[in-house]
């Protein structure tokens, strides 16, 4: 007969030998931006098959505001998203969609709803863009997966 410590001892070690976990480190890049009235940024192209945290900021007086979303690029074929789109003066707007024919919203990243993340012309890539009709507008974007 088995002593009520030594069950004890047994049903420990089966939970102790269960609670292993691994822990990795993300991968993350960090883009700076500073574009002039109507520009895009490069083409940036995130990790594929994998949900990838997108978080973007202004910083330029008085747009400052951030965003961010989970994206899912599934390459070739779509790319699809939810998150929060950065304050404008109204309540908060989620940022949820999802497209295989770009260019399409993503988030807005600043409080005058002028700066974006969009869906590159390609499915397979994302870029910044400054729809203010006359100012510089600078942040960064930066993606974690």
């Known amino acids: 007969m088995i002593s009520v410590y030594a069950a004890a001892a047994i049903i420990t070690s089966i939970v102790v ?3 292993t976990q691994t822990i990795t480190t993300p991968n993350a890049v960090k883009i700076t ?7 895009n940024s490069a083409a940036i192209t995130p990790a594929t098959n ?3 945290l997108v978080m973007g900021c202004c910083t330029t007086t008085p747009f400052q505001g951030s ?5 899912l690029h ?4 779509a790319m699809a998203w939810t998150g929060v ?12 969609g ?3 024919s770009p260019p399409a919203h993503i988030m807005f990243i600043d409080a005058g709803h002028v700066v974006e993340i969009q869906v590159n012309p390609t499915v ?14 600078a942040g960064s974007v930066t993606l974690i997966w």
């Open 98 to 100: 999802g497209t295989s």
């Open 85 to 96: 789109e950065s304050h404008g003066g109204v309540p908060t707007t989620f940022a949820s």
């Open 17 to 19: 030998a269960n609670a």
């Open 50 to 52: 994998t949900s990838v």
């Open 67 to 71: 965003g961010h979303v989970s994206l």
């Open 74 to 77: 599934s390459p070739a074929t």
């Open 33 to 39: 931006y500073s574009l002039a009235a109507g520009a």
């Open 124 to 137: 397979d890539t994302i870029r910044i863009h400054n729809g203010h009709p006359s100012l510089t507008l």
